[in-house]
């Protein structure tokens, strides 16, 4: 750079003419070093003079592109002076304005804004010029032609350059897409929130950490009602007044569910209101998953399904009644026909799986047609009325009885363990009859006939069953009627013997027509009396002489046993204390007697025992209980308990009919007993069946072993005798030694022995 630059043009210009003025003036000797230095001067002004050119254009090109930057910049920027007047805006500002930037030149800013603005703007240019930072206010523009509102941020300072005039620079951005797209959001809240509240039941979206995000109407009439704070709440005290979460069976958490699951679902909460009343709670929850997948929370809907719940209990209830009324009868509300015969089937098809036996029972009554003519129609239902009540009370709940029709009836019995059995049921009906019917005044006597069918021995199909019982009933009628017929002959008549005995069996024991036979038991070896076993007959009027194998089973059938086991024990306690004291018997000998499988499992049996041991004053040592194998397999109370209680008394205990049951080595080594009896079956095929043979062998051997009597029934031959003897059995009772006989036979017996 020349030493002249520093010189702006107009000086060069002058100097240069100066030059030339005092180089026309002097004309001494150095006037070409002056023009030479003149010359110079010329070319570095022309050079300067090119530099200026070119450094003006760089500058016209940047104030250019400033002035473009300026112009076009995404934001608008207004030069304003005090009191508002527009002094410079650049083309954006001129755009968001909608106006030609001449038009706006000079003139105020609040005309290009929307009406009600001007405070706001005189507000915000008061702080701008009051202080050097920067002010930021929100102004909507004056609405253009479209109609479209138009938002901009104004951020202003003041000025510093400009000191002389006061003025502020603007910068406008405009904002009016962001807050359409902020108020496109709130428009969707509030139009969601508008679609859940008009929703009657309370929802909440909840949080991970059981805060409520939000909630509906519903939610917050509830929350409000009990004070809770809406900003903090927490889901389980808005919908249980509770102060932890949801846990115990009656509120499964549906949060802890979703979580777990991942899955919608359905939970039902009782709710006690602050009234006290239950309510039940129907609660829908879904989860609510974030952009990455995750549950951040639950949406949960709650709704009151009490009254739904008894509207369908009702329903519920009501089709019970419709189905009662189709399947019953409507006069004694026994089951119809219908129901009948689709228990039977049922019944019938129980028995085949089970192979048991069941009956069909057909009842009519005797001459009902005549109560019919006679008095009105209403006697007559009366009549039924009253025998389906009578019926019913003679059966259990589970048992079926229905009307057929008219007078007709129908029973089942299931798991009938005999034929006879069903007898005893017919006898039962029958005597439901005895007492006359008292109605309007009348007094009517009646009666019915029976007539029993047997699944499977008389049919296996409902009709099969029902047509057989029918005819038997008919054949009853034939018979003189109130009673009953099998449907063959000779089930009838097994079955009018065993509902005689049982009918009368009360009778034995008052009239005294039970006695004891008494049979010796010997010393295999000597062969000399060492026991004797007590066995019960019935000397009945009709029937003669009974065994205890036709009455016993049905004196445990009818709980007659009780009394009847106690006649036997304080029979036979007396007759051998008689006999000891009399020698008939010696006083280290025992009397055997034999107690059936409900007298074992009585309660008293214990107490009885004593009382009788005390009252005949035999000595227990004497007295030995006989129970069978089976008895004491089955017995429902505590086997080894009774049997070491009656041990303490000082009784002994024999195991009867040993070898029938299926008992185990290892139980018997527990039971504290005293004597075995090998059962006669066994001993009466010895020696030809080798597996009886086999089978009285390991039984005394095993006696031996467990150190137990062991005593072998029916005793028959001297062959037996002596396979006995061999195999170590030491004691035996059968008809080779001597038969049971009565006392006055058994004295006699004795007094044989001792005269031999
Ligand atoms: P049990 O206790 O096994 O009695 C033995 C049965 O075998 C008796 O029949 C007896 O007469 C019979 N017997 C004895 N020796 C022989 C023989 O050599 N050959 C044959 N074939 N039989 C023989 P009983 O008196 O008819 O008694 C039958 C069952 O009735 C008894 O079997 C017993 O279980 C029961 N019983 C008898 N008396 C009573 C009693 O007073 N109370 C109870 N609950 N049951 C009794
Ligand atoms: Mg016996
Ligand atoms: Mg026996």
Redesign the pocket.
């Known amino acids: 750079m020349s030493r002249y630059s520093n010189l702006s043009h107009s000086e060069l210009e002058r100097m240069l003419s100066e030059s030339e003025r005092l180089l026309r003036a002097d004309t001494d000797s150095d006037t070409d070093y002056l023009l030479h230095n003149l010359q110079l001067h010329k070319i570095e002004l022309e050079i300067q003079n090119r530099d200026l050119m070119e450094s003006q254009k760089e500058l016209e090109s940047i104030r250019d592109q400033y002035a473009e930057l300026y112009d076009f910049a995404p934001v608008g920027y207004l030069t304003l002076d005090k009191n508002g007047i527009i002094n410079n805006l650049n083309i954006s500002a001129a755009g968001m304005f909608g106006a030609e930037r001449s038009h706006i030149m000079g003139r105020p800013l609040s005309t290009q804004l929307a009406a009600g603005m001007g405070r706001l703007l005189f507000d915000h240019l008061r702080q701008a010029f009051s202080s050097d930072q920067k002010v930021t206010t929100d102004f909507i523009l004056k609405t253009a032609s479209k109609g479209i509102t138009r938002y901009v941020r104004a951020d202003t300072i003041v000025h510093a350059d400009l000191d002389s005039e006061a003025s502020c620079l603007m910068n406008l951005i405009d904002t009016t897409e962001r807050r359409r797209a902020e108020q496109a959001v709130i428009d969707e809240r509030t139009f969601l929130q508008h679609v859940i509240d008009g929703v009657d039941n309370p929802i909440m979206v909840i949080s991970l950490d059981y805060k409520v995000l939000r909630m509906n109407d519903a939610a917050k009439r509830v929350a409000n009602m009990q004070k809770i704070d809406l900003e903090h709440a927490c889901c389980y005290q808005i919908s249980h007044y509770r102060e932890r979460p949801c846990d115990s069976e009656d509120y499964p958490c549906p949060l802890k569910i979703v979580l777990q699951t991942r899955l919608p679902s359905k939970v039902v909460h009782n709710h006690v209101s602050e009234m006290g009343a239950q309510r039940k709670f129907e609660i829908s929850v879904s989860p609510l998953f974030d952009d990455h997948g995750e549950i951040m929370g639950v949406i949960e809907s709650a709704h009151d399904i009490t009254e739904h719940l008894e509207l369908l209990e009702e329903l519920k209830e009501r089709q019970l009644s419709y189905a009662h009324l189709a399947q019953h009868d409507p006069l004694t509300g026994l089951p119809n026909r219908l129901l009948f015969a689709d228990r039977l089937s049922q019944a019938i098809h129980v028995a085949h799986r089970n192979k048991t036996k069941l009956a069909v029972l057909f009842i009519d009554l005797d001459r009902f047609k005549e109560v019919n003519d006679s008095f009105d129609h209403s006697c007559g239902d009366a009549v039924l009325k009253e025998t389906a009540d009578r019926f019913q009370a003679l059966f259990r709940e589970d048992d079926t009885i229905a009307r057929m029709g008219g007078d007709e009836f129908t029973v089942i019995l299931t798991h009938i363990k005999k034929d006879s059995h069903a007898a005893l049921v017919a006898k039962k009906l029958l005597n439901a009859f005895k007492q006359p019917f008292k109605i309007k005044k009348h007094k009517l006597f009646l009666s019915a006939s029976i007539g029993i069918s047997l699944y499977p021995d008389h049919g296996d199909s409902v009709d099969e069953l029902v047509r057989n019982a029918d005819t038997a009933m008919y054949r009853a009628k034939e018979e003189g009627r109130n009673t009953f017929q099998y449907y063959t002959l000779e089930l009838t008549a097994r079955a009018f013997e065993r509902v005689y005995l049982a009918s009368s069996l009360h009778n034995a024991i008052l009239q005294n027509e039970l006695i004891l ?1 008494y ?1 010796p038991q010997f010393e295999l070896i000597t062969q000399e009396i060492c026991g004797v ?4 007959r019935w000397q009945n009027a009709d029937l003669g002489l009974l ?3 036709k009455f ?1 089973p049905l004196a445990e059938e009818s709980e007659v046993i009780g009394e009847m ?1 106690a006649w ?1 024990m304080k029979e036979a306690c007396q007759q051998m204390k008689t006999w000891q004291e009399s020698g008939v018997l010696r006083s280290d000998m025992t009397i055997s ?4 499988g409900k ?1 074992f499992d009585h309660n008293n049996l214990l107490e009885e025992i004593e009382q009788t041991l005390t009252a005949t004053g035999l000595s227990p040592s004497c007295l030995e209980l ?1 129970i ?1 194998e089976t008895t004491m397999m089955r017995s429902t109370r505590g086997t080894s308990e009774t049997l070491g209680m009656l041990r303490k008394l000082g009784v002994k205990v024999a195991i ?2 040993f070898g029938t049951g299926y008992s185990s080595l290892n139980y018997l080594k527990q039971l504290p007993i005293t004597r075995l009896k090998i059962d ?1 079956s066994f001993v ?1 095929d010895i020696p030809d069946n080798l597996n009886d043979v086999a089978i009285s062998k390991a039984i005394i051997a095993m006696a031996n072993n467990l150190l137990l009597d062991v005593l072998a ?4 031959t001297g062959e037996q005798h002596q396979f006995l003897i061999q195999q170590g059995c030491r004691v035996g ?4 030694f001597a ?2 006989m009565s006392s006055d036979q058994f004295e006699a017996f004795i007094q044989q022995k001792l005269q031999d």
Do not use: F
Request: charged fraction near 25%.
């Open positions: 036979y049979q076993e007590a066995l019960v065994a205890p194998d016993i086991g036997i007697v034999n107690l059936s007298q006989e069978t009867d009919d006669k009466s029934e029916g005793v028959e009772q059968g008809y080779l038969r049971p």
